[in-house]
């Protein structure tokens, strides 16, 4: 019998499949709540200072001096000392264009990690479990995005 157990959470090439390989249901709510309240960091790169310096209709370097702050020697976009990111203003003013730490999340290694991390954040973010099926690719895909600028 628990060989059949352990059958059951392997793929045909006998890959051990994560616990949400059926997909998780997530859509933002544009709430803010990842926006707002806590001390933290969101590394912008390159191109996302200039794509979204081009959606405000200014320079990189208008951009940089009115909204970033350098932290060994990365940018991370200004937060008001209350710990909100100065692009949230009742709604996050980039959402187009928001950062891949922005992105990417809920699909973190992190929030991934075991489905008790999953349902822990059902309780401070509004959009888990709602809205479309997002497949164990696009999980992934996320993940791998996101991991290979932080990770």
């Not at 933290?40 to 996302?48: L, S």
């Not at 479309?132 to 991991?147: F, L, S």
Request: glycine residues 8%; positive net charge.
């Amino acid at each position: 019998m628990d060989d059949v157990k352990m059958c059951e959470h392997k793929d045909v090439q006998g890959d051990t499949q994560p616990w949400y390989k059926e997909g998780l249901r997530f859509e933002c709510q544009r709430c803010g709540r990842c926006c707002r309240g806590e001390p933290g960091v969101v590394w912008v790169h390159k191109r996302e200072i200039e794509n979204i310096a081009a959606f405000f209709g200014i320079t990189q370097q208008a951009f940089a001096k009115n909204y970033l702050r350098t932290i060994n020697d990365r940018c991370s976009l200004i937060e008001y000392s209350n710990g909100d990111c100065i692009m949230y203003d009742n709604g996050c003013k980039i959402y187009d264009v928001r950062p891949c730490q922005c992105r990417t999340f809920p699909f973190w290694k992190s929030t991934l990690e075991n489905r008790s991390e999953w349902e822990k954040l059902k309780k401070t973010c509004p959009g888990v479990g709602k809205g479309k099926v997002h497949t164990m690719k696009e999980i992934e895909e996320n993940v791998k995005i996101y991991e290979g600028r932080f990770g």
